[in-house]
């Protein structure tokens, strides 16, 4: 039995050309690169959305425990009410500038602002608690010291509950501005107001300028736009006001 001519064959007994093979691999690769593309750009919007997330959780549980100090200061049921000395139960010291993000000193004013807290755990018991940032490895830290004392003038305080203890990471700015009737006050305010300045760990967005957007530069109020980047990574602050109880219903 003799074929048909080449011309002849049907349409389903031809072949591919080269063209068209070249073709399908071109289309192919195209749609593949677009799938990895989405898939890579959505997986990175993950990471981002969990890393902020994670950054607000552990951000409001650092200020959750300053918070908690704070409120205790001032709490004297050590024999007498009051302290010796002209001891204050709540000092605040101001720093002239922020953490900021190339800064890799370790110690000294000029990292971020400090406060140290004094208040009775019970009539036997006085507490002096401290918080401040330390860098390690050029990431800032929020830690806190938190002392026993045995005295009233809180001149002997031998035993550390903990000492440097690390509570959170990645932080650049830590901001206290304590006040009362008669305005900023740093020992003994009634009010006391934080503000965290917090970044994630990685970089998920474009070099971009930031700067504390919350209150205008050379205020005494948090926010006070100390520090600016320019970088990829993703920050927030966090802020909150702060009743010392045990002084201002004295």
């Not at 959305?49 to 650092?62: D, F, K, P, W, Y």
């Not at 990292?111 to 860098?135: E, K, M, P």
Request: glycine share 6%; proline share 5%.
């Amino acid at each position: 039995m003799c074929l048909p001519p080449p011309s002849h064959r049907s349409a389903r007994e031809a072949g591919v050309t080269l063209v068209e093979l070249l073709i399908t691999l071109v289309v192919s690769s195209i749609m593949v690169a677009a799938i990895f593309a989405a898939y890579m750009m959505v997986d990175r919007q993950y990471d981002k959305l969990s890393a902020v997330a994670e950054l607000h959780q552990n951000g409001r549980s650092a200020l959750g425990l300053m918070v908690r100090d704070i409120r205790q200061a001032g709490y004297l049921a050590f024999g007498s009410s009051a302290l010796d000395g002209g001891v204050n139960v709540v000092e605040i010291t101001d720093c002239a500038g922020p953490l900021g993000p190339s800064v890799t000193s370790t110690f000294g004013c000029g990292r971020s602002d400090q406060i140290t807290l004094i208040y009775d755990q019970d009539a036997n018991t006085r507490i002096r608690v401290n918080y401040q940032l330390v860098v390690n490895a050029g990431r800032g830290q929020l830690r806190t010291t938190k002392q026993v004392c045995t005295d009233p003038q809180m001149a002997i305080c031998p035993n550390f509950v903990y000492q440097n203890q690390v509570i959170a990471d990645n932080i650049e700015d830590l901001r206290f501005v304590g006040r009362d009737a008669n305005g900023p006050q740093d020992n003994n305010p009634t009010i006391v107001d934080i503000e965290l300045v917090m970044r994630t760990d990685d970089q998920y967005q474009l070099a971009a300028a930031w700067v504390n957007p919350f209150s205008p530069a050379n205020t005494p109020t948090p926010g006070s736009s100390r520090l600016s980047a320019n970088d990829g990574f993703v920050r927030e602050v966090l802020q909150q006001t702060v009743l010392v109880r045990n002084i201002a219903y004295n």
